[in-house]
């Protein structure tokens, strides 16, 4: 079955610092790849995503590329601000063809607090 | 665009009792999912509904959990005679066949079982 591996933390950085949050995956198909994050009292939100192997998705200054070869998805940025402070999680989402489903599955989280 | 919502926020109930969770998703969206997430863990499956029809339930689905979304619009979970294990965080999301299959979640019902 599919399963999502991520660094356990919490990752704790100072501010302008660099961040990487790694992530490895297993899956049966071509799942497409995801990352949310979920702010503190607040509900999951699509941070970036990609479809194929070798895309690189973006959003905020976050970046992460579907490496195929690697079965990864590892989170970076540049410079961490403190509003960066949140649980990110990796994801796949794979086709079971029967039902059409695309449900999500999902890696156990990591939490990054960033110190000013 | 008002997002996924759900309610309660919160629900805190008595072994035994039953409870039932609203799902309102995207209008638009005609794909409807439901994950239960515990604490210091990423959500996990639940069920999956295409406009009206309950096409999947996970084995996490005891007999005990019922899911319906009558005219393929808002949906609702029912847990009946609640267990302490039942605490959770209750997750829905919403997504629209072909765009992207990118699912946007709403904020959650908290569950807890005493």
């Keep these: 079955g599919n399963s999502v591996t991520q660094m356990e933390g919490p990752v704790t950085l100072s501010?302008?610092?660099f961040l990487t949050i790694n992530c490895t995956y297993t899956a049966t198909g071509y799942p497409s790849l995801f990352w949310y994050v979920q702010y503190p009292g607040e509900g999951l939100q699509?941070?970036?995503?990609?479809?194929?192997?070798?895309?690189k998705g973006s959003?905020?200054?976050?970046?992460?590329?579907?490496?195929?070869?690697?079965?990864?998805?590892?989170?970076?940025?540049?410079?961490?601000?403190?509003?960066?402070?949140?649980v990110?999680?990796?994801?796949?989402?794979?086709?079971?063809?029967?039902?059409?489903?695309?449900?999500?599955?999902?890696?156990?989280?990591?939490?990054?607090?960033?110190?000013? | 665009d008002t997002g996924v919502s759900?309610?309660?926020?919160?629900?805190?109930?008595?072994?035994?009792?039953?409870?039932?969770?609203?799902?309102?998703?995207?209008?638009?969206?005609?794909r409807l999912y439901w994950?239960?997430?515990?604490?210091?863990?990423?959500?996990?499956?639940?069920?999956?509904?295409?406009?009206?029809?309950?096409?999947?339930?996970?084995?996490?689905l005891s007999d005990r959990f019922s899911a319906e979304r009558p005219k393929g619009s808002f949906?609702?979970?029912?847990?009946?005679?609640?267990e302490q294990g039942d605490s959770a965080m209750y997750l829905?999301?919403?997504?629209?066949?072909r765009q992207g299959w990118e699912q946007y979640f709403g904020p959650g019902t908290r569950l807890t079982v005493t």
């Design chain 2, 35 to 60: 994950y239960r997430q515990t604490l210091g863990q990423g959500p996990e499956f639940l069920t999956y509904f295409q406009n009206e029809a309950q096409l999947e339930k996970s084995r996490l």
């Design chain 1, 88 to 116: 990110y999680f990796c994801a796949l989402s794979d086709l079971k063809g029967d039902t059409g489903r695309r449900a999500l599955t999902f890696g156990s989280g990591t939490r990054l607090q960033v110190q000013p």
């Design chain 2, 75 to 82: 949906s609702t979970l029912e847990i009946q005679r609640t």
């Design chain 1, 15 to 17: 501010e302008e610092a």
């Design chain 1, 46 to 55: 699509l941070l970036l995503k990609a479809t194929k192997a070798d895309d």
């Design chain 1, 59 to 86: 959003n905020k200054g976050f970046e992460a590329t579907y490496r195929k070869e690697t079965t990864s998805f590892h989170l970076e940025k540049g410079s961490v601000q403190v509003s960066d402070s949140a």
């Design chain 2, 6 to 30: 759900q309610n309660p926020r919160h629900k805190i109930t008595k072994r035994g009792q039953n409870v039932t969770f609203r799902c309102d998703p995207i209008s638009e969206h005609n």
């Design chain 2, 92 to 97: 829905c999301a919403s997504s629209l066949t």
